[in-house]
């Protein structure tokens, strides 16, 4: 069986709703606190920053970039799991729609076709 990275993503919101429903948590709590999740992967992946560039004197590099890339990663998925919370019957199709919405807007040349490779002659 072929698995979609919205198979996995459907997969692990499931999960998570079905634990907090477990505690208790209504919708909107829910929400929120995977939002906040999101929050919390978003300043891991700083951290992970920091530490590549060793700004911090008190740690020095304690991180590389692969470890930034993970922790991109990371707010990614959560991203997506939190997006699938929210809108469990349309989110794929709801991300699609927003992406479509920011590539007219930063990349105008988008909705017209493909951009012609420069002239190297």
């Known amino acids: 069986m072929h698995s979609t990275i919205w198979d996995t993503i459907e997969s692990l919101a499931r999960r998570f709703t079905d634990h907090d429903e477990q505690r208790g948590l209504a919708p909107q709590e829910q929400w929120t606190l995977q939002v906040l999740k999101i929050a919390e992967e978003t300043g891991e992946a700083s951290q992970a920053?920091?530490?590549?560039?060793?700004?911090?004197?008190?740690?020095?590099?304690?991180?590389?970039?692969?470890?930034?890339?993970?922790e991109v990663a990371d707010v990614v998925i959560?991203?997506?799991v939190a997006l699938c919370r929210m809108r469990p019957d349309d989110a794929e199709q709801y991300l699609e729609r927003q992406l479509s919405g920011k590539a007219l807007k930063f990349l105008p040349a988008a909705s017209t076709?493909?951009?012609?490779?420069?002239?190297?002659?």
């Open 49 to 70: 920053v920091i530490g590549a560039r060793g700004t911090n004197p008190r740690k020095g590099d304690s991180h590389d970039w692969n470890d930034v890339h993970a």
């Open 78 to 80: 959560t991203g997506l």
């Open 113 to 121: 076709g493909p951009v012609p490779a420069p002239d190297t002659a």
